[in-house]
């Protein structure tokens, strides 16, 4: 139950008594509605620097709907056991390139979290590091390494393994800092070192975090599989790119379909051991 509404006086003793409590917050809602006035200015000056405009749009999505006309039904040109090779060939890049990001990222992590290496230096340097590696998309990382180690697939899991590793490791780190810090204590009380405090401590306690994450990194990773592909680095997206310049559209919905069929497969089963993982480290 509540109690009786305050009276007047009572609220103007408050008033005296906490007048920064009663004071409108005049300078918070300055800086929010400048705030929201420099997005919509941002938003405006974009759509006239980019030329939108809703004619165009309306007229690409009649032109839309004319590709999708002729692009059914979908059929595979009698080649379908050479989509097929190239789909497991995306799907090797994107695996081969996550493991490899994951592998090198795990003990970067431990360099870039403060509780594990409280050295200013060394966390600045790892940090910025692994900030450097995330900043170039994947799509450049691939262009990069074309033109070290050549076209096709061993390319494509060099770029996805560069662009995941800086993700991954700002992830991996966080979840490193994040980590209930009791194990390791009770580790350090019972006489271990510091690496017994990870080993036995941290690692146990973050492991089914880092595992959903790259799990999740790998469903996403099957889709940059196959845009690197149209570059050069393997994979289906190669096709992909063939069959649009010479508008085999037909073909292209075939292996679109096989690319949507297999994304919502990973998806299903990754989610499961995800959920999985989560859940054992909750009990």
Not at 24 to 50: E, H, I, Q, S, T
Not at 172 to 187: P, Q
Request: a positive charge; proline letters at 5%.
């Amino acid at each position: 139950m509540t109690g009786p509404d305050p009276t007047p006086a009572e609220i103007a003793a408050l008033r005296r008594r906490f007048p920064d409590s009663f004071r409108p917050a005049w300078r918070g809602r300055l800086l929010a509605v400048l705030a929201l006035a420099g997005l919509a200015a941002l938003a405006a000056y974009a759509l006239v620097r980019l030329d939108v405009s809703g004619a165009r749009l309306l007229a690409g999505l009649g032109r839309l709907g004319e590709f999708s006309l002729l692009m059914w039904p979908p059929e595979t040109g009698g080649r379908a056991f050479a989509f097929l090779q190239a789909l497991a060939e995306t799907l090797g890049i994107a695996f081969i390139g996550t493991l490899t990001a994951a592998l090198v990222a795990f003990p970067v992590a431990f360099l870039a979290a403060r509780t594990v290496v409280p050295n200013p230096f060394v966390h600045f340097t790892v940090r910025r590091g692994l900030d450097v590696m995330r900043s170039v998309d994947v799509l450049i990382w691939a262009l990069i390494w074309i033109n070290v180690v050549g076209l096709g697939p061993f390319a494509g899991a060099l770029a996805i393994a560069c662009a995941d590793v800086g993700a991954l490791g700002k992830l991996f780190s966080e979840a490193v800092e994040t980590a209930d810090a009791k194990a390791g204590e009770g580790v350090s009380a019972s006489g271990g070192t510091a690496l017994h405090r990870i080993r036995f401590g941290l690692i146990p306690a973050v492991l089914p975090v880092l595992g959903s994450q790259v799990l999740y990194f790998f469903e996403s990773n099957t889709r940059s599989a196959t845009i690197i592909g149209i570059v050069g680095a393997g994979g289906i997206g190669q096709y992909l790119s063939e069959l649009i310049r010479v508008l085999e559209l037909r073909q292209v919905a075939f292996l679109i379909l096989m690319i949507l069929v297999t994304v919502a497969l990973i998806d299903a089963v990754s989610g499961r051991l995800r959920r999985a993982l989560i859940g054992g480290a909750a009990r």
